[in-house]
């Protein structure tokens, strides 16, 4: 790069130490949960809003009598769910209403 006559020479520096601090204790936290969730004999699933399954744990995947990595990407359909839930679940998300179960304590 020149400036005029001159050779010029632009460095650019940045301190990334602070992010690399905070991807590090992100990194264990994720480790500690994923932890806990697969210690529990609970069943955890998590979908996205179209009802693919985004996550579960060991417990859950042993219910339905897959692999985890085979389970992830699946539709709530594809999973044994009776097509009417599934339809129930679909109405719910798309107005926005889902809620969680009555009777049990928010997540």
Same mark, same amino acid.
């Given at each position: 790069? $020149?400036? =005029?006559?001159?050779?010029? @020479? ?24 994923? %932890? @806990?969730?697969?210690? !529990? ?6 979908? /996205? ?5 985004? =996550? ?8 339905? %009598? @897959? ?5 992830? %990407? ?7 769910? +009776? +097509?009417? /839930?599934? $339809?129930?679940?679909? !109405?719910?998300?798309?107005? %926005? !209403?889902?809620?969680? +179960?009555?009777?049990?304590? /928010? +997540?």
């Amino acid at each position: 790069m $020149s400036l =005029g006559d001159e050779a010029t @020479l632009l460095v650019v520096l940045a301190d990334v130490s602070e992010r690399k601090r905070a991807l590090k204790a992100l990194r264990v936290s994720e480790e500690r949960y994923c %932890g @806990l969730a697969d210690a !529990t004999s609970d069943l955890i699933f998590s979908f /996205d809003r179209n009802l693919n399954l985004t =996550g579960l744990n060991r417990a859950a995947a042993r219910s339905l %009598g @897959l692999e985890m990595k085979e389970a992830l %990407g699946r539709h709530l359909a594809d999973l044994g769910l +009776p +097509p009417r /839930d599934v $339809s129930s679940l679909e !109405t719910e998300v798309r107005r %926005g !209403t889902l809620q969680w +179960p009555a009777g049990r304590a /928010d +997540p």
